[in-house]
């Protein structure tokens, strides 16, 4: 959520800075809302002052007459009378206000370029495109011939968008999980496995709700019309709720996170060759990191989690680049965004792996997550997230680029002590 006084200080330049993104917003209705908030608290605090004292005076009675009291009693019936309309006008304001505010995005840093997608730089690569002596087949036929996935009975089982790792191809598919977390832990990140039923509060903090609801799967609303459980579309919406409404003190700083979890998203593969397989689904598995530090210490934790998930992909022997992403390209929580991207052979085309993410005190301001400097005031944290990798475009991107004439496949050498084979062969069918 923006800082309320950023906007009151400047909103010319929030609102340049949201158009970045192509967001239009003019934010005259907020102001007249927060004006008038703001003279109802200064007038609610002077009445009750003012009923604290004639309450006073009655009691003492002060050595003053009948009158005079009764007077003071009046006036403190009446100055209870306007705390309770002033009371009921604010109730009104704020939840104008606080929608008003927690349905905008975050502001981008100054040196995110602006633009959609197109507008996206190339900030580094590593290594360059295969170039095959043969014809290369796609991760879909290979994971076929090499008995790794079961489309078909994914689909029996769950629906378009579902499939079934079997054999070797579940083993290669748990070998990268433990590959992450390895890694993850040699590096002091604590492992955390989060509950995949989320409140809904959870997903509010993480910025979730209430803008972005229809993108995950909401449980059936309980009895009372009430919803209150999703599915996590990522556990970084969970790690983002460890500490809502809390003061951590700042010696406990910086606080790093790692989780295991299925992820489940609405969004839906399709027949077009840039969703298939498991290009795109409703399911798919994802090691998240995650960092809660002080505001000084946020870039540098930016990053280091991009050096980290580079180093993740390196490891695997994969052809890939490093993006910053454009500001309408950006997700509406974060301030910053870096991709890593593997190439994937039979689309000419780089595709994401690993999201990097600074949210600044976005998350923090919804979440309520502060810290306790050694001098001075609280304030809010910065928090930090990146992909550790997410696996469904990473077994494609193997699959085509380490794929040989024979139609074999060669598996990396950091995966290898888990699959117990230094290549894949094609099965008998």
């Known amino acids: 959520m923006l800082d309320l006084n950023l906007i009151r200080a400047d909103p010319g330049r929030v609102s340049r800075a949201l158009e970045r993104r192509g967001v239009d917003v003019s934010f005259d209705e907020l102001l007249e809302l927060d004006t008038e908030a703001r003279r109802l608290r200064v007038r ?3 009445a009750r002052a003012e009923r604290k004292a004639s309450s006073a005076r009655v009691g003492r009675r002060d050595g003053g007459d009948d009158a005079s009291v009764e007077e003071a009693r009046q006036r403190s019936i009446e100055l209870g009378k306007e705390l309770d309309e002033l009371d009921g006008r604010l109730k009104a304001l704020e939840p104008r206000i606080q929608h008003f505010l927690e349905v905008l995005p975050n502001v981008v840093d100054d040196d995110v370029p602006t633009g959609g997608k197109e507008s996206n730089v190339e900030l580094r690569r590593s290594g360059a495109p295969q170039q095959f002596d043969f014809a290369p087949r796609d991760h879909v036929e290979l994971a076929g011939s090499l008995g790794l996935i079961d489309y078909e009975r994914g689909a029996k089982l769950a629906g378009s968008g579902f499939w079934v790792y079997t054999g070797v191809g579940a083993q290669l598919e748990w070998a990268l999980l433990n590959y992450f977390i390895d890694s993850h832990l040699r590096d002091d990140y604590t492992f955390t496995l989060v509950p995949h039923l989320l409140r809904e509060e959870t997903g509010y903090a993480a910025g979730q709700f209430p803008k972005f609801a229809d993108d ?15 599915l996590l579309p990522t556990s970084e919406t969970a790690l983002v709720g460890l500490h809502t409404n809390e003061t951590l003190e700042e010696a406990a700083l910086p606080k790093k996170y790692f989780s295991y979890t299925p992820c489940y998203r609405r969004e839906i593969g399709s027949y077009r060759s840039t969703d298939r397989g498991t290009l795109r689904g409703h399911q798919f598995n994802k090691v998240e990191m995650f960092q809660i530090v002080r505001p000084e210490d946020s870039d540098a934790a930016h990053e280091e989690l991009i050096d ?26 974060m301030a910053k965004t870096c ?15 690993s999201s990097v993410s600074n949210a600044r005190d976005f998350q923090a301001r919804r979440g309520k997550i502060r810290f306790k400097p050694k001098h001075g005031k609280s304030s809010f944290v910065h928090t930090l997230n990146g992909s550790g990798l997410a696996t469904s475009r990473l077994l494609p991107a193997i699959l085509e680029q380490q794929q040989q004439a024979d139609g074999s496949v060669v598996v990396p050498e950091v995966l290898q002590q888990w699959v117990g084979s230094a290549r894949l062969h094609p099965t008998a069918r």
């Open 44 to 46: 609610t605090d002077a």
């Open 216 to 230: 995950v799967f909401l449980l059936e609303p309980d009895s009372d019309g009430a919803r209150d459980r999703f």
């Open 308 to 333: 980290k998930a580079e180093r993740l992909v390196a490891g695997l022997g994969l052809h890939y680049r490093v993006a910053l992403l454009a500001a309408g390209d950006t997700s509406a929580s």
């Open 339 to 353: 991709d890593i991207e593997v190439w994937l052979p039979s689309l000419d085309s780089y595709l994401e792996v």
